[in-house]
């Protein structure tokens, strides 16, 4: 898949979206890989049911943090794919000042890691906080964050999220709202969020799931055709 070439603008009401220059049909292009990784922990979470959104963090070319969503899983609807790799990156990269902290949504003791995290020099990541990889990680994740993922990804002052598709629905980058870059300085600085490659593949990974009945969901949303006829009360 090849990306149409576009100028990335300056502007940060632009920023949102616009898209970046990306040849995919190079296997070595940088955006593409690590899509590629979140991608599959999308598909991932596909096959556990759950809502198809993945996400790496990426630290000098290394993920230093995976996360795929978990809500049904835990019965936690903050376990959002970016929270899950925000609790991964924390545990990596000890920091003194966070470690009495509760993790980020909740983390439940049950949760498992969602694979090996890319090593880093061992002694620059016992140097490292945190806080410090936050501040200079880029997010690849399937699906724009939403308004609570983008405000919690601004609160930790991530520069840079690279993001699959549009989130119609709940988007904090500019599609319902603009959370992500509007005036918010409680927030911390602006969060600057980029349209990347492989948008119609974390779309169709959307539709597929949402052809299907999401039996964690609230009854209400569910697709009970008997229900529906007999006019059944949940």
């Not at 349209?195 to 697709?223: H, T």
Request: include cysteine; glycine fraction near 6%.
């Amino acid at each position: 898949m090849k990306m149409v070439d576009e100028t990335v603008s300056t502007n940060s009401s632009d920023k949102c979206f616009s898209r970046v220059s990306v040849d995919c049909e190079s296997e070595s292009s940088e955006q593409c890989l690590w899509m590629r990784a979140a991608l599959d922990l999308a598909n991932e979470a596909l096959e556990a049911g759950e809502v198809p959104v993945g996400c790496v963090f990426v630290y000098d070319s290394n993920i230093v943090g995976r996360g795929r969503n978990r809500v049904n899983e835990t019965r936690n609807a903050t376990r959002h794919a970016e929270m899950v790799a925000i609790d991964e990156l924390r545990k990596l990269f000890f920091n003194s000042a966070d470690d009495t902290l509760p993790a980020c949504g909740g983390r439940l003791r049950s949760e498992q890691p969602t694979g090996d995290i890319s090593p880093l020099n061992e002694s620059e990541s016992s140097r490292l906080t945190a806080d410090d990889v936050f501040r200079s990680v880029t997010l690849y994740v399937t699906c724009e964050p939403c308004i609570m993922c983008a405000a919690a990804l601004r609160i930790l002052h991530v520069p840079t999220v690279v993001y699959g598709c549009a989130n119609e629905r709940f988007g904090g980058c500019g599609s319902v709202v603009n959370v992500a870059a509007d005036k918010l300085p409680s927030l911390g600085p602006e969060l600057i969020c980029l349209r990347g490659p492989f948008a119609e593949q974390s779309v169709d990974l959307l539709k597929v799931f949402y052809k299907g009945e999401n039996p964690n969901a609230p009854c209400p949303k569910r697709k009970n055709l008997v229900q529906e006829q007999n006019g059944a009360s949940c």
